[in-house]
C-alpha cells in the first residue's frame, strides 16, 4: 500500500486536489476531521479539542485502513495537528508529538496561494507564514519524508500527479 498525505497551511488547495486526485487514482481518500470538527462543533480549538481531533482522525483512518486500499490519499494528519497545537498554545504537545504519522510521504503545499476566508481558517499574512513554518518544523523533528507542492493551481496538479506516478515512495 501507497500512503500519501497532503499538509500544509489552510488555503493551498489540499482538500480539493486530495479529492480529484483520489477520484482519477481510484485511491481512498482520508478527509480531514479537523475541519468536519471546525464545521459542526467550532474552532475552539482548546489542548483537549485537538488531542480529540488527533484521536478521532487516527479512528477514522485506521477503519478506511482495514479496507486494505492500494493507495490512501490523507488530507492532513497528526503533523498539522501538532502544528495547529503549537501555534495556539504556543508548545509542543507531548502526547500529540508522540504520535506517529504513518504516511510514507508528505506533500507540503507552499503557502504562495491567496488566502480564501471560509468560517474555520484563520492564519493570515505573517500569521500564515509562520504556521508554514511550523509545519516544516513539525515534519523535520518526525523525520518526515517531504516533497513541495507549489506553484499555480495547474503546477500543483502536476506536481502531485507527478508522485502519484511513482511506483515507489522516493524522499
Not at 481510484?26 to 480531514?32: H, S
Not at 501555534?87 to 504513518?102: K, N, V, Y
Request: proline share 5%.
Amino acid at each position: 500500500m501507497r500512503h500519501i498525505c497532503f499538509t500544509g497551511v489552510e488555503s493551498t488547495g489540499k482538500t480539493s486536489l486530495a479529492q480529484q486526485l483520489a477520484i482519477d487514482h481510484g485511491a481512498a481518500l482520508m478527509p480531514e476531521y479537523g475541519r468536519n470538527y471546525a464545521e459542526t462543533i467550532g474552532t475552539d480549538f482548546t489542548p483537549d479539542a485537538l488531542r480529540h481531533i488527533a484521536a478521532e482522525h487516527a479512528r477514522r483512518r485506521a477503519a478506511l485502513l482495514a479496507s486494505g486500499p492500494a493507495l490512501l490519499i490523507e488530507d492532513t494528519d497528526i503533523v498539522t495537528t501538532a502544528a495547529w497545537f503549537r501555534m495556539l498554545h504556543g508548545t509542543r504537545d507531548p502526547w500529540l508529538s508522540a504520535q506517529p504519522s504513518p504516511a510514507q510521504l508528505h506533500l507540503l503545499f507552499a503557502p504562495d496561494t491567496p488566502w480564501v476566508a471560509d468560517g474555520t481558517r484563520q492564519f493570515t499574512g505573517a500569521e500564515r507564514e509562520r504556521f508554514h513554518r511550523v509545519i516544516v518544523d513539525e515534519l523535520h523533528q518526525r523525520g518526515c519524508a517531504i516533497r513541495v507542492i507549489a506553484g499555480s493551481w495547474a503546477d500543483r496538479r502536476a506536481g502531485a500527479e507527478a508522485v502519484l506516478a511513482q511506483r515507489e515512495m522516493i524522499a
